[in-house]
């Protein structure tokens, strides 16, 4: 049986929200990954789905929301603070 603690909490995306000039690009959203899972985001051109990965990779900093990764809050400020904390994006 596939219990909670045989997949860990890896990642929270918490409602974030991202503006852009004349554009709501991240409206609170939320996301929760657990170790071993594979997820696909899916949605129409300029639904976020870039902005949302650009902000895990700290290429893109949220007005708003949280994100907690490996179970503790993290600030996600650079690519290089997203490496750091093993964040790959490719
Ligand atoms: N660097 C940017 N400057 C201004 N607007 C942007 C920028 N990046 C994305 N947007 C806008 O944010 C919205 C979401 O875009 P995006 O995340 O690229 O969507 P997707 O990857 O789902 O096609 C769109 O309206 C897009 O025009
Ligand atoms: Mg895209």
């Known amino acids: 049986m596939i219990t909670e603690s045989s997949h860990p909490e890896l990642l929270r995306m918490t409602g974030i929200i991202k503006h852009f000039p004349g554009a709501k690009a991240l409206d609170g959203v939320d ?5 071993g899972e594979v997820h696909c985001l899916l949605g129409q051109n300029g639904a976020g789905k870039s902005t949302l990965i650009k902000v ?3 290429a893109h900093q949220p007005d ?7 179970g503790e809050t993290v ?3 650079s690519t290089q603070a997203a ?3 093993q964040l790959a994006v490719e």
Do not use: M, N, P, V
């Open 64 to 70: 708003a929301g949280q994100i907690s990764w490996r």
């Open 56 to 58: 895990l990779a700290g």
């Open 31 to 35: 996301l929760d990954i657990r170790a």
């Open 75 to 77: 600030r996600i400020g």
């Open 83 to 85: 490496l750091k904390l």
